[in-house]
């Protein structure tokens, strides 16, 4: 039977580097995260960087985690990344003792959350439209043009060739963990659905 690990040292950074060469943000989240192996997948949980979003969620000041990276190689056995959400649910509700867990799924990758649905959290509605710049087929995030102290603005980013665009917001999906979580969490809105549906985060 499969088993959680939590990865450390030498088979940290491996997992780190796979997420930045295979998976689609090509990002790793800051701060304080658990990465985890299930199998071939890949789970990390972080601290969210919304600070406000337990409020949001809950409508109190909680404890919330973010799964905030979830990664299988092509051709994985179908059912994996459901059962490595559920493995790593229960490692970070030993380890940190959340009231809620979070994720998003993003739309403009073609996700829409499916392997949550299947994974029984609930649909918590859709995020504020993300200001994105592109040009010559790239598309990146308003943070891009930050370096340090200093920030561009719209005028320069666009007088070297960019286009501001708005892209639809994530999906967001929570899973409740204790009694007053799920009280507050009890009416799930209609989650979005697919054909078919993509497992990868």
Known sequence: MATIRLLEGDSRREAIETIRTKHYTRSVPSGKSYYLEYEQAIVVWSIPANKNIASFVLGYAGKVWELSRLYAPDGH????????ISAAVAFI??????????SYADPNVGHHGGVYQAASWLYH???????????DGQTVARRAFHSGSRAMNKTDIEALGWKEIYQPGKHRYVKPL??????RLAASQQAPKRASLVAVK
């Open 178 to 183: 204790t009694k007053n979580a799920r009280k």
């Open 77 to 84: 056995e179908r059912n994996l990344l459901t059962r490595a």
């Open 93 to 102: 509700r030993v380890r940190e003792k959340p009231d809620a867990l979070v």
């Open 125 to 135: 509605g859709r995020c504020d439209k993300t200001r994105m710049y592109q040009k």
